[in-house]
């Protein structure tokens, strides 16, 4: 059974005793913050009261999606558990004490633990963050679960467990001056420490992962530290950056790097116990100390057992053995296989690291010499290893690295480790030099590895795709520019924390307007967006970011500026404001950036729709009700709505872009390209006709645009009118599909609705019954017959009908002025006119004739017909004698004719009036039908 306490927004300055529970063996108690991380935080002044959140004999606790911090400088203490504690867990939450001299204490009674606990049975801490401490976990007990969580600043030891029985510590990163793991462990449980990072370049560590052991274990189970990156920095003392006194261990496929100087300090070190011990695949470099260091004190000395692994030092003496008679140091591996009679298919070559940090091997000598090892089949990034030519280390890399060397263009191939630029099945990694590197055109690659310090800049216009995994805790930054190009980045899998600027720029056409509808791709903190330079403000009223609310059916300004901005979910944004309802006119263009982590972008995401009116604000309003919901594009790139799926009748979008609405119906691809193609960012409102209809977007549909975005080539029975002029230069749109299957009334499947603006835009419309249309799809019957067009102006002016149509266009285009009598065609030139600040609903009628060349109902390949004269004119016709019947649309016959034989030509005059718009010519021995359309 379950219990759980919800903890709403915001900080709470409270220390907090949790006590004996009744019926705390039948349920589970969690405590959540929902995903918006509120705030615990306190000053302890005493030894006594060492703790933020204390637990005292309750078991089966859960804590998630909460921040716990410690304000205090002398008692740093944050989680304090108790007596023995029963089935506890953290997840995702965040661990901060205060980062200064104070926070090395050894006493037990002020020392900075953010986490105590002296005897946990089944402790689960997952997705944390621990920052600012002596210790971040300092915990004993059985069953210890610590799995992908994140240690910086910790001044002692980032893992601490004191007496542990059947451990996993998997997946962490640990950061900062310590950089130690330890562990002391006991029992007869295999333990398992895996794919861990610990990177100190810093400091001084004393030990980067140390365990030793009070019982041996089982040799049936072994336990395991494999696909481990250890990167330190040792300036004194006599420590090991892996100090393992365990027996029946595997030390597999670690990567250790040791600088500092310090030629006292050991890189791998396995000391006391050797009984079951197996090293492979291990690649060790130690810059001025001792590579490996062997404890054997039995008599005679058995050494552990180690080969295949690779070594490098620039010490005089880069191999030690402890033995019951002393210790003796050897110059070079030859020496110590000798003396060992281990690593006889080991090697001493230096392996070129990308990174002294990120443990890449450039080296090609030193690469594809693994041995395969069944158990051991993916790397620390979790990528599956080859079955042959594996290499040495936690890395399964085959790539090149960025140098940098000439530039930062990242398409010179002198930037390059093997000089090409990287093509699309390549893998690539980029670490901090002197040159960042700056994308400018569509690059694609296989993987892409960014080092922590380094960073990537993709340019207005240009893009990466990564098309398996993206590695990085770096920072990438995609820029735009004055027209409106982004740079953008597909990505697939995600490993790390990756720091993305994401930039856009916002144009306003009215300065008085300046409303966006506008999402994020990444999950965002209000506050963080509220300080990103655009004067946005939240959390009160006339506040200038605005969420839909689906299910109330009105605006709601957020009320906390800590809660988060989801992705998939779109605002309106008043960009530039500096006071409530004040802009700052000439502040636009302007850009606006969003910075978070980027994350995995390989599933559908699907956002669960509600059912309410259409918003009205500010700037736009509409009549139609029901069904409005306001979405945003969550990726960091172009987002192609073509065939896109739409719940329910609807199949058109409608996008805001900052003067009016752009629609775009995805399923007969028609209408406008600002809104079928959206941006990084881009908001739009769909409709739906029921409730718990769900939206879902699917990453394959992501593109990177290299230049700007327009429609893509449209079929040939597709056209628009737009409408231009004014002192504004304002233009709008109307768009007509010629479909078989759709009729004259609103059908919501083809048609899309117009949704006029309260502002003063122009405004062009299809009329249909009571319904104003800005996609309005037809049969080519319904054309000929003609529609009328709505339009209004802003102001008295002299404004222009233009044509919009592909190249072939097979009809002739009339646009009748029912107010000044005037029937224009189109297709031959613009029309213009003056209209007086005013709405007309019935000033145009537009309709379609046939070009000289006659349409087929059915398919006709070797006859063709041209109109001339009011007569029909067949060309290419078989020479046998054939009879010809003409109907009208009702399939009345009104005429009549036979060819005789050995022509190829037959004219045909049938008695009709302009009341007919097309006639159907059955050629009966050809058991065909033509649908002849007249002039």
């Given at each position: 059974?379950?219990?759980?306490?919800?903890?709403?927004?915001?900080?709470?300055?409270?220390?907090?005793?949790?006590?004996?529970?009744?019926?705390?063996?039948?349920?589970?108690?969690?405590?959540?913050?929902?995903?918006?991380?509120?705030?615990?935080?306190?000053?302890?002044?005493?030894?006594?009261?060492?703790?933020?959140?204390?637990?005292?004999?309750?078991?089966?606790?859960?804590?998630?999606?909460?921040?716990?911090?410690?304000?205090?400088?002398?008692?740093?203490?944050?989680?304090?558990?108790?007596?023995?504690?029963?089935?506890?867990?953290?997840?995702?939450?965040?661990?901060?004490?205060?980062a200064?001299?104070?926070?090395?204490?050894?006493?037990?009674?002020?020392r900075?633990?953010?986490?105590?606990?002296?005897?946990?049975?089944?402790?689960?801490?997952?997705?944390?963050?621990?920052?600012?401490?002596?210790?971040?976990?300092?915990?004993?007990?059985?069953?210890?679960?610590?799995?992908n969580?994140?240690?910086?600043?910790?001044?002692?030891?980032?893992?601490?467990?004191?007496?542990?029985?059947?451990?996993?510590?998997?997946?962490?990163?640990?950061?900062?001056?310590?950089?130690?793991?330890?562990?002391?462990?006991?029992?007869?449980?295999?333990?398992?420490?895996?794919?861990?990072?610990?990177?100190?370049?810093?400091?001084?560590?004393?030990?980067?992962?140390?365990?030793?052991?009070?019982?041996?274990?089982?040799?049936?189970?072994?336990?395991?530290?494999?696909?481990?990156?250890?990167?330190?920095?040792?300036?004194?003392?006599?420590?090991?950056?892996m100090?393992?006194?365990?027996?029946?261990?595997?030390?597999?496929?670690?990567?250790i790097?040791?600088?500092?100087?310090?030629?006292?300090?050991?890189?791998?070190?396995?000391y006391?116990?050797?009984?079951?011990?197996?090293?492979?695949?291990?690649?060790?470099?130690?810059?001025n100390?001792?590579?490996?260091?062997?404890?054997?004190?039995?008599?005679?000395?058995?050494?552990?057992?180690?080969?295949?692994?690779?070594?490098?030092?620039?010490?005089?003496?880069?191999?030690?053995?402890?033995?019951?008679a002393?210790?003796?140091?050897?110059?070079?591996?030859?020496?110590?296989?000798?003396?060992?009679?281990?690593?006889?298919?080991?090697?001493?070559?230096?392996?070129?690291?990308?990174?002294?940090?990120?443990?890449?091997?450039?080296?090609?000598?030193?690469?594809?010499?693994?041995?395969?090892?069944?158990?051991?089949?993916?790397?620390?990034?979790?990528?599956?290893?080859?079955?042959?030519?594996?290499?040495?280390g936690?890395?399964?890399?085959?790539?090149?690295?960025?140098?940098?060397?000439?530039?930062?263009d990242?398409?010179?191939?002198?930037?390059?480790?093997?000089?090409?630029?990287?093509?699309?099945?390549?893998?690539?990694?980029?670490?901090?030099?002197?040159?960042?590197?700056?994308?400018?055109?569509?690059?694609?690659?296989?993987?892409f590895?960014?080092?922590?310090?380094?960073?990537?800049?993709?340019?207005?216009?240009?893009?990466?795709?990564?098309n398996?995994?993206?590695?990085?805790?770096?920072?990438?930054?995609?820029?735009?520019?004055?027209?409106?190009?982004?740079?953008?980045?597909?990505?697939?899998?995600?490993?790390?924390?990756?720091?993305?600027?994401?930039?856009?720029?916002?144009?306003?056409?009215?300065?008085?307007?300046?409303?966006?509808?506008?999402?994020?791709?990444?999950?965002?903190?209000?506050?963080?967006?509220?300080?990103?330079?655009?004067?946005?403000?939240?959390?009160?009223?006339?506040?200038?970011?605005?969420?839909?609310?689906?299910?109330?059916?009105?605006?709601?300004?957020?009320?906390?500026?800590?809660?988060?901005i989801?992705?998939?979910?779109?605002?309106?944004?008043?960009?530039?404001?500096?006071?409530?309802?004040k802009?700052?006119?000439?502040?636009?263009?302007?850009?606006?950036?969003?910075?978070?982590?980027?994350?995995?972008?390989?599933?559908?995401?699907?956002?669960?729709?509600?059912?309410?009116?259409?918003?009205?604000?500010?700037s736009?309003?509409?009549?139609?009700?029901?069904?409005?919901?306001?979405?945003?594009n969550?990726?960091?790139?172009?987002?192609?709505?073509?065939?896109?799926?739409?719940?329910?009748?609807?199949?058109?979008?409608?996008?805001?872009?900052?003067s009016?609405?752009?629609?775009?119906?995805?399923?007969?691809?028609?209408?406008?390209?600002?809104?079928?193609?959206?941006?990084?960012?881009?908001?739009?409102?769909?409709?739906?006709?029921?409730?718990?209809?769900?939206?879902?977007?699917?990453?394959?549909?992501?593109?990177?645009?290299?230049?700007?975005?327009?429609?893509?080539?449209?079929?040939?029975?597709?056209?628009?009118?737009?409408?231009?002029?004014?002192?504004?230069?304002?233009?709008?749109?109307?768009?007509?599909?010629?479909?078989?299957?759709?009729?004259?009334?609103?059908?919501?499947?083809?048609?899309?609705?117009?949704?006029?603006?309260?502002?003063?835009?122009?405004?062009?419309?299809?009329?249909?019954?009571?319904?104003?249309?800005?996609?309005?799809?037809?049969?080519?019957?319904?054309?000929?017959?003609?529609?009328?067009?709505?339009?209004?102006?802003?102001?008295?002016?002299?404004?222009?009908?233009?044509?919009?149509?592909?190249?072939?266009?097979?009809?002739?285009?009339?646009?009748r002025?029912?107010m000044?009598?005037?029937?224009?065609?189109?297709?031959?030139?613009?029309?213009?006119?003056?209209?007086?600040?005013?709405?007309?609903?019935?000033?145009?009628?537009?309709?379609?004739?046939?070009?000289?060349?006659?349409?087929?109902?059915?398919?006709?390949?070797?006859?063709?017909?041209?109109?001339?004269?009011?007569?029909?004119?067949?060309?290419?016709?078989?020479?046998?004698?054939?009879?010809?019947?003409?109907?009208?649309?009702?399939?009345?016959?009104?005429y009549?004719?036979?060819?005789?034989?050995?022509?190829?030509?037959?004219?045909?005059?049938?008695?009709?009036?302009?009341?007919?718009?097309?006639?159907?010519?059955?050629?009966?021995?050809?058991?065909?039908?033509?649908?002849v359309?007249?002039?």
């Open positions: 059974m379950r219990c759980t306490f919800q903890i709403g927004k915001g900080s709470y300055n409270e220390q907090v005793e949790l006590g004996t529970v009744e019926g705390m063996d039948v349920y589970t108690i969690t405590f959540d913050g929902l995903g918006s991380s509120p705030t615990l935080q306190y000053n302890p002044n005493h030894a006594d009261s060492n703790y933020v959140f204390k637990v005292n004999n309750t078991d089966n606790l859960k804590f998630k999606d909460i921040r716990f911090k410690n304000t205090g400088a002398t008692y740093g203490g944050i989680f304090l558990l108790e007596v023995r504690t029963e089935n506890f867990s953290l997840d995702n939450c965040e661990l901060e004490g205060v200064n001299a104070a926070n090395t204490p050894v006493a037990a009674a002020n900075h633990i953010l986490f105590s606990c002296n005897d946990c049975d089944s402790l689960l801490i997952e997705n944390c963050e621990f920052s600012a401490g002596a210790d971040g976990i300092n915990t004993g007990g059985t069953v210890l679960y610590i799995r969580n994140e240690f910086s600043e910790n001044t002692r030891t980032a893992i601490d467990l004191t007496s542990a029985d059947g451990i996993e510590v998997t997946e962490n990163l640990i950061l900062g001056s310590s950089g130690t793991f330890s562990a002391v462990l006991f029992g007869d449980h295999p333990f398992q420490i895996n794919r861990n990072q610990i990177i100190n370049s810093t400091g001084n560590c004393n030990y980067g992962i140390r365990t030793f052991s009070f019982d041996a274990g089982l040799a049936a189970s072994p336990s395991q530290i494999w696909n481990n990156e250890i990167s330190v920095q040792s300036t004194s003392g006599s420590g090991g950056a100090a393992v006194a365990v027996d029946n261990v595997q030390v597999y496929h670690n990567s790097n040791v600088s500092g100087n310090n030629s006292a300090y050991t890189a791998l070190d396995n006391f116990m050797t009984n079951g011990w197996v090293a492979r695949n291990n690649l060790i470099v130690n810059n100390g001792y590579c490996l260091s062997l404890s054997s004190f039995n008599s005679p000395a058995v050494f552990p057992d180690n080969d295949y692994n690779i070594y490098y030092s620039s010490a005089a003496n880069p191999f030690k053995v402890d033995v019951s002393g210790s003796t140091s050897y110059a070079n591996l030859a020496a110590f296989q000798g003396a060992t009679s281990v690593d006889a298919n080991s090697l001493f070559i230096d392996p070129q690291f990308a990174d002294d940090q990120q443990l890449l091997v450039m080296n090609a000598a030193a690469k594809d010499g693994a041995t395969l090892l069944a158990d051991l089949n993916n790397d620390i990034l979790n990528r599956a290893r080859p079955n042959v030519n594996r290499d040495h936690c890395y399964e890399f085959d790539g090149k690295g960025w140098l940098g060397a000439i530039d930062d990242w398409n010179n191939p002198g930037n390059w480790s093997d000089n090409a630029v990287p093509n699309a099945s390549a893998k690539v990694f980029v670490s901090p030099r002197v040159n960042n590197p700056r994308i400018n055109a569509a690059v694609e690659v296989e993987e590895m960014m080092h922590r310090n380094a960073n990537l800049t993709i340019l207005p216009g240009a893009g990466l795709k990564v398996t995994l993206l590695s990085s805790s770096g920072t990438i930054v995609l820029q735009t520019d004055a027209t409106g190009k982004y740079g953008q980045l597909i990505q697939s899998s995600v490993q790390g924390k990756p720091t993305l600027t994401q930039m856009a720029l916002l144009e306003a056409p009215d300065p008085s307007v300046r409303w966006f509808h506008l999402g994020v791709p990444m999950r965002t903190k209000i506050a963080d967006l509220a300080n990103s330079g655009t004067h946005i403000v939240a959390g009160r009223a006339g506040a200038s970011i605005y969420a839909w609310d689906a299910t109330a059916g009105n605006w709601v300004t957020p009320s906390d500026t800590g809660a988060y989801e992705p998939g979910q779109g605002y309106a944004i008043a960009a530039g404001e500096n006071a409530s309802g802009f700052l006119v000439n502040a636009f263009p302007g850009i606006i950036s969003y910075q978070g982590e980027l994350a995995s972008a390989t599933a559908l995401k699907t956002e669960s729709l509600g059912y309410t009116n259409v918003p009205g604000f500010n736009y309003v509409s009549a139609i009700t029901d069904g409005w919901n306001l979405l945003a969550p990726y960091h790139a172009v987002y192609d709505m073509k065939d896109q799926t739409l719940p329910g009748s609807y199949k058109t979008i409608y996008v805001w872009n900052g009016s609405y752009k629609q775009y119906n995805a399923q007969l691809d028609v209408g406008d390209s600002q809104a079928r193609f959206l941006a990084p960012m881009q908001g739009f409102f769909i409709r739906t006709d029921s409730q718990s209809q769900s939206f879902s977007f699917d990453p394959a549909k992501r593109m990177v645009s290299t230049g700007s975005l327009s429609l893509k080539t449209q079929s040939l029975a597709t056209f628009s009118l737009q409408v231009s002029g004014g002192s504004q230069a304002q233009k709008d749109n109307c768009y007509f599909v010629i479909h078989p299957q759709a009729g004259a009334q609103f059908e919501e499947a083809y048609d899309a609705v117009k949704l006029k603006n309260a502002t003063d835009h122009l405004n062009l419309y299809s009329l249909t019954n009571s319904e104003n249309l800005a996609i309005n799809s037809l049969n080519i019957k319904d054309l000929m017959q003609g529609v009328g067009l709505g339009f209004s102006a802003p102001e008295d002016s002299v404004f222009s009908i233009s044509l919009q149509v592909n190249s072939g266009f097979p009809y002739q285009v009339f646009l002025d029912e000044l009598n005037i029937d224009h065609r189109l297709d031959r030139q613009d029309y213009p006119f003056s209209h007086l600040e005013s709405n007309i609903e019935g000033r145009f009628f537009l309709y379609l004739r046939a070009n000289e060349m006659g349409q087929a109902e059915m398919g006709m390949n070797e006859i063709f017909w041209t109109l001339k004269d009011g007569s029909v004119l067949f060309a290419n016709l078989p020479e046998e004698a054939l009879t010809f019947r003409v109907m009208n649309v009702q399939g009345q016959e009104i009549y004719s036979e060819k005789e034989g050995g022509t190829s030509e037959h004219s045909l005059s049938p008695q009709t009036s302009n009341s007919y718009d097309f006639l159907i010519v059955k050629i009966e021995e050809l058991g065909r039908s033509f649908k359309i007249l002039n």
